[in-house]
């Protein structure tokens, strides 16, 4: 079985924001089993026609990266009961040109975390509703929500045992789907990741 090559995208774009750490602490728990990138969604400027055309190297860079991926995670704060307005941009610019959907056909997963008891599933809903939109394969359980205002020691490594294997548990289920989907996901970029500028963190 190949590492599957996922993208991530962290809707918290603050330093401390709880989903990066969330991102981080499943990414030490999978270990060697998968490639990472993170996203840099922030750097996204926001989406218009008059950019979509000739888009700056941002755009560009980011685009190339959801190519080379065979899975995406998205790892979403609540704001408002939704998602970040940063994370709808960068969905919206993944579908653009139009008909140039570079979602269609990848493999998703979700998780989040709030400082709300609800932990994100308010946002995720909504999220889900979009990615189904997309064709995205979206797994559907285990679902994981989270309220991460205790969750994490000073390390940033997650406190709770159970909180760690249900994280262990999502991601097996979805590693299982990649592998049954990556035949049939699109726009996939050979890439040399090692040599590139791509965020592996
Ligand atoms: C929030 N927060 C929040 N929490 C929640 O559980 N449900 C909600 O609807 C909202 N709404 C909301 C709106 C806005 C504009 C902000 C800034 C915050 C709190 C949120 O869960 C908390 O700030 C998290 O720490 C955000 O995630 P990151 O940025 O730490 O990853």
């Not at 840099?40 to 190339?64: C, G, H, M, Q, T």
């Not at 406190?159 to 049954?180: C, N, P, Y």
């Amino acid at each position: 079985m190949t590492a599957p090559r996922i993208v991530t995208l962290v809707g918290g774009i603050s330093q401390n924001s709880l989903n990066r750490k969330l991102y981080l602490a499943l990414k030490d728990l999978v270990g060697s089993k998968a490639e990472f990138i993170f996203a840099d969604i922030a750097s996204l400027p926001f989406f218009s026609k008059d950019l979509e055309n000739d888009p700056p190297d941002s755009v560009v860079e980011y685009k190339d990266q959801i190519r080379w991926a065979n899975g995406i995670l998205f790892v979403t704060p609540e704001y408002n009961r939704s998602i970040p307005g940063v994370l709808k941009n960068a969905i919206d610019w993944g579908t653009r040109p139009y008909p140039d959907n570079l979602w269609e056909n990848k493999p998703v997963a979700t998780i989040g975390a709030s400082t709300g008891n609800t932990g994100t599933f308010g946002a995720q809903n909504h999220l889900r509703q979009i990615l189904s939109y997309l064709n995205m394969y979206v797994l559907n359980q285990p679902e994981f929500y989270m309220n991460g205002s205790k969750a994490f020691d000073e390390d940033d490594k997650l406190i709770d045992k159970k909180t760690r294997d249900h994280l262990i548990k999502m991601w097996d289920a979805f590693e299982v789907l990649i592998q049954s989907h990556t035949s049939t996901s699109k726009n996939q970029l050979p890439h040399d990741v090692e040599n590139s500028t791509w965020v592996q963190h």
